[in-house]
């Protein structure tokens, strides 16, 4: 089951298709230039075992066509809309996972929500009721996505208005031994990728005496 | 040095003063009906050993008056503004800590943030800026604080936009053994207390095996 990541030559896409190829999901990265998408994925593919599924490399209209059911849009946010415009016609029957998180620009210690929210909601709007739209992984810093040494220990936030799409997400990221909490309907974006900025801010301060910071669901019993 | 908590017979205002007496700071309860806050303090005093602070009760006017630095709003949502009109005179000089979660009427797994954005912002728009509002210990479970066998587990995320007023708000709260992040400015109030009702949805969810959730900043290297 080959899932799409858009925007797949950014850190937080290269990170993501390390962990699930490694986890035996095949991978298709996206990217403007197609070529540059293929390279990315050799180089990435040299970083993992052989037992490992395939990364490869598309266009963005490519990639899409190559997954499944599953296509993750990890865009900078200025390329959020657009992408999606441009392959609206091509997710039909595919749940699109929105991993953007709308920094400011020029502030990553803020967040400036699009007028629909956040950038889940901006999609779902995009793209209609049809096409599932799933908020997920947009708190798991880069650096520990690439970290292929360590685990992912922090929680996954999803969210969104199908819950069978949602039900998916979940399954899919669990994959990467990681827990995915369904967190509600879409709105609750407007928190979910609100918590990154707040990461970040604590990453730069000099008083918080560590980076990459997560996000953890606390059980009291735990 | 007395701090006053407003809404202090409610769940989330008892379990404060529980643990901020028993920490050592002397706490005086405030509610519409001081009869009421008095007969809560000398109950909650029962609870405790006799080396911890002091916790005696009073009406809402009478609490801010007793308080020197610092006074904490737990009221309900619906009392919020109210509430806070009623004490802005007394407020000179005073920090307001501001725990409102603006759940939705009705709907506990939903916020419904008031026009300002938070009820942090809400709080300092209607106080202005001299007197510094923080908001903070939004995400800790009442049964939590009120479980005074276990520590309290979580952390917790401060925001406003005074660093010095943040500074010692951190500082009170540390002294309940738990750890408190300066999280920016209050803007940062609409994901921060937009926390609370995922977590009570997580809380609600029968899917998932725990109850009274806590948010936690993971650290990779712890």
Redesign the interface.
Known sequence: MTIAILGGTGPQGRGLALRFARAGVPVTLGSRDGGRAEQAAAELQGQLEGGAARIAGRDIRGAVAAADEMVILAVPASAHDATLESIRDLLEGKVLIDIVVPLAEGDP???AMPEAGSATEAAQALLGERIPVVGALHNV?AT?LNDLE?RI??DV?VCGNDLAAKEKVMALIEKLDVRA????PA??A???E??T???I??NI?R????????????????
Chains 1, 2 share one sequence.
Do not use: Q
Not at 181 to 184: L, Q
Not at 210 to 216: D, L, M, N, P, V
């Open positions: 210690k803020a967040v810093s520990v360590h220990n922090c936030l909490y369904n967190c509600g709105v609750n407007r928190c979910i609100a918590i900025p707040i990461l801010r604590l301060s008083k918080v005496p560590f980076t990459h910071a997560g996000i953890r669901i606390w059980a009291p019993d735990a």
